[in-house]
């Protein structure tokens, strides 16, 4: 079954570390995007990819970098990690040719900066 | 003003009850709306979809008031399991979503 996923499902960084979260589908979905959801802010636009080698910036973009490559894969990187990073950070696809408002979740990131 | 506004609840109520809750948008144009269910630390995933005034999926069901700028959520006879986050979205025509806070259900035995 096509599905989307994320890894690490657990990170502990320590402050200034650089890190790479993973987020791979396999729906072929030319959409992706990356959330970070904290409590009392509900789920915050990162950066988001309406195909290959296209990125975009969302509302809290600053800290956070995308690439994409290919279709399958949107990696997302904290070029230097704060404590203000720390998270749960949603991937989620949707498809431009059904309904591209279903998206289509990963089970998430929780992320620790110490 | 915030593009979509959410009660956070906590909405506590027992089984077997009727509960509804708003949600406000500001971009008038919306033509479409979606709730999303978010089930505690789990992933957000679609619950019901809305293209004109209301729509209706067994217990479900959800209302647009266009004049007013809301969308309500009505949920009938209450299960445990509807114990969940209910999230708003409304379509501005951007594949990018904006989601609302969330409104937190607790169903109680």
């Known amino acids: 079954d096509a599905e989307i996923t994320q890894s690490p499902r657990h990170k502990i960084t320590e402050t200034g570390r650089q890190v790479t979260l993973a987020c791979h589908q396999t729906?072929?979905?030319?959409?992706m995007f990356w959330y970070r959801q904290d409590l009392g802010h509900g789920l915050r636009l990162i950066h988001y990819?309406?195909?290959?080698?296209?990125?975009n910036k969302g509302e809290v973009s600053d800290g956070y970098s995308v690439s994409r490559s290919n279709t399958e894969d949107l990696p997302l990187t904290l070029e230097s990690a704060a404590s203000s990073q720390t998270s749960v950070y949603f991937c989620?696809?949707?498809?431009?040719?059904?309904?591209?408002?279903?998206?289509?979740f990963g089970p998430g990131t929780r992320l620790t900066v110490l | 003003r915030k593009e979509v506004e959410q009660d956070p609840g906590p909405f506590n109520v027992p089984e077997g009850a009727t509960v509804a809750f708003n949600c406000t948008y500001s971009n008038s144009a919306s033509q479409s709306f979606f709730w999303y269910r978010q089930d505690c630390r789990k992933e957000p995933k679609l619950l019901m979809s809305v293209y004109s005034s209301g729509n209706e999926d067994g217990r479900f069901t959800a209302q647009l008031n266009r004049a007013s700028q809301y969308i309500s959520l009505l949920i009938r006879d209450s299960k445990l399991s509807d114990s969940a986050t209910y999230l708003c979205?409304?379509?501005?025509?951007?594949?990018?979503?904006?989601f609302g806070s969330g409104t937190r259900l607790q169903v109680q035995p």
């Open positions: 989620a696809s949707s498809d431009n040719q059904v309904s591209y408002n279903e998206q289509f």
């Open positions: 729906w072929n979905h030319n959409n």
């Open positions: 979205v409304p379509d501005t025509g951007r594949r990018a979503l904006t």
């Open positions: 990819s309406y195909g290959v080698h296209d990125t």
